[in-house]
């Protein structure tokens, strides 16, 4: 910056030098043009009254000053400086067809006009030499400063706040240097404690401009804040989860698997994947190295790290959620030049790391209320449950105008099991029985645990009374077909099936249990393992 100055003001000055010198020489050359023009003038009037001309003339040639003097035809005025041969010619007219030509010896004439050039030139050369020392010995303290300024801007643009000014200077300038210094100490303390706060929140190694990081890291963090507060009002983990996803794809992450995996009974209960993920991580999920260590995994840690990756791709597998009744898996899979996904793994972890506790209170909430509704022997659902269904299920089938089925079953001599073989032999013949029926029906359908060893099956969408008996015998004969584990031995069971159907049979939802419970108790008194559908016969029977 200082040599721009003084080269500025160099300029300034030659500029103004050549300004002046122009100046002068035009004055001098109009103030000679001036002198030339009278005493030209003079000479020709002269001349005029001079009887003997001739004589007059060869007098003035022999002055000092002229050189020549004639009389030349022809009307011309003007002046002619020859430098080449010293001289100065004037042309002025003498009478109406004839022009007095006078050459001026030029020597002197010439000579001072160049030592005053010269002395102009000298004087300028002088002065410019003198303000450039006065103005350098004075303005470098002040352009010093402004270039420490500029090398400490350039550090703090790099992330460096530890480079500070100082000057000789005394006044305000010295003012001026200690008051920016405490700003670059202000801003070093609360740029600290901005890094030492975000880097909590993500574990980022530093890059080449902190400045850059943090900006882009704050980015992140207002990101996944957002996210955060979005999921918070979610129903489920399983909307939260397809969240996540969004997330990954706007990472530009295009090779991916991400699982959630239910701890308590140690399976898969959500799965996507998309791209070439090169692992069997889908189909044995429990064996996955980032599950049983909770920790996340690079390949680039050690080679062959995880034995079901069988591609040559790197990837990163990380485990979210990793305490608890639900735990996560997201394995990202990259080509090995795509440094940028390395780059985003630390918001990603973020994102997760986040989300984790959310996702795991919603998805213990989830939990507990199947548990709360569903029987733990044999996850058929419970009473409780088909008390809070069965008036949806009514207003649905009217709206649409179709027939719902109700099958009561009862395990024939259920009681023998338990008094034979013990309480352990009776579970797992229900637990059996639970899943063949299951097994049987279609997910819209339910089933409910009734009680004890009664099981009570409502069937939607029916379109008349033989499908409900074909469904009915379907589980009857799957029952008796089955081999149930009695401890060392193996047993036979048969179940009673009573049918009931809405609206044939019943307009209302206990009054279509009530009649199927019905059918059950003619088929148990009629020998047992048998369907047998409600008719009105059976109301008389029963004197209902």
Same mark, same amino acid.
């Given at each position: 910056m200082k040599k721009r100055i003084l080269f500025i003001i160099a300029l300034i000055m @030659?500029? +103004?030098t050549i300004i002046r010198t122009l100046i002068v020489g035009v004055s001098f050359i109009s103030f000679s043009n001036h002198i030339i023009e009278n005493q030209t003038a003079l000479i020709a009037d002269i001349i005029k009254e001079v009887k003997d001309k001739n004589k007059f003339l060869t007098l003035i040639k022999k002055s000092g000053p002229i050189k020549n003097i004639e009389i030349l035809p022809g009307i011309k005025n003007e002046i002619i400086y020859d430098m080449k041969h010293k001289i100065i010619?004037?042309?002025? !007219? %003498?009478n109406q067809v004839n022009s007095l030509k006078i050459e001026y010896v030029g020597n002197k004439y010439f000579q001072k006009f160049s030592n005053a050039i010269i002395q102009l030139i000298t004087i300028a050369f002088i002065s410019l030499i003198l303000i450039i020392l006065i103005v350098n010995y004075f303005l470098t303290p002040y352009l010093e400063i402004l270039e420490k300024i500029k090398i400490s801007t350039e550090k703090i643009l790099n992330g460096n706040f530890k480079y500070k000014i100082n000057t000789k200077l005394k006044? /305000?300038? #010295?003012? &001026?240097?200690? +008051? %920016?210094n405490d700003f670059i100490n202000k801003l070093d303390d609360s740029f600290g404690v901005i890094e030492k706060k975000y880097t909590s929140l993500i574990e980022k190694p530093p890059g080449k401009n902190p400045l850059v990081d943090a900006k882009e890291t704050i980015e992140q963090l207002a990101d996944i804040f957002k996210f955060k507060r979005v999921i918070e009002d979610d129903l489920n983990e399983q909307i939260i989860l397809k969240r996540i996803i969004t997330v990954i794809k706007n990472f530009n992450i295009k090779h991916y698997a991400l699982i959630g995996i239910d701890n308590n009974e140690k399976k898969v209960f959500f799965s996507q994947n998309e791209g070439d993920i090169c692992c069997d991580i889908m189909e044995n999920p429990l064996e996955c190295r980032a599950y049983r260590l909770k920790h996340p995994i690079n390949s680039r840690d050690y080679e062959n790290l995880c034995a079901f990756h069988i591609c040559k791709n790197e %990837?990163?597998? @990380? !485990? &979210?959620?990793? /305490?608890g009744n639900f735990t996560g898996i997201l394995k990202i899979m990259y080509e090995k030049e795509n440094e940028n996904i390395l780059k985003n793994i630390p918001y990603i972890k973020a994102y997760l790391k986040e989300t984790s506790s959310i996702i795991e209170s919603k998805y213990t909430l989830e939990l507990l209320k199947k548990q709360s509704i569903k029987d733990p022997l044999t996850t058929l659902y419970n009473r409780r449950y088909m008390e809070e269904?069965? !008036?949806?299920?009514?207003a649905s089938a009217k709206r649409r105008n179709t027939k719902i089925g109700f099958l009561m079953i009862d395990i024939d001599y259920f009681k023998k099991v338990n008094d034979t073989y013990g309480h352990d032999a009776g579970d797992k013949v229900l637990q059996t029985v639970s899943n063949i029926i299951l097994n049987s029906i279609r997910e819209s359908d339910v089933a409910v645990r009734f009680g004890g060893e009664e099981f009570l099956i409502i069937l939607t969408d029916l379109n008349s009374k033989e499908d409900l008996l074909n469904a009915a015998e379907k589980i009857r004969q799957k029952v008796e077909k089955t081999k149930f584990n009695?401890? #060392? /031995?193996?047993i036979k069971k048969t179940i009673s099936i009573g049918a009931s159907m809405f609206p044939d049979d019943c307009q209302k939802p206990w009054e279509c249990i009530k009649f199927s419970d019905l059918a059950l108790y003619k088929a148990k008194n009629s020998g047992r393992n048998r369907v047998i559908v409600f008719d009105e016969k059976l109301k008389k029977e029963a004197n209902y």
């Open positions: @030659i500029i +103004s010619v004037s042309f002025a !007219p %003498y006044g /305000e300038a #010295k003012d &001026f240097v200690h +008051s %920016y %990837y990163f597998c @990380i !485990p &979210f959620s990793v /305490e269904i069965l !008036p949806q299920i009514f009695a401890g #060392k /031995e193996t």
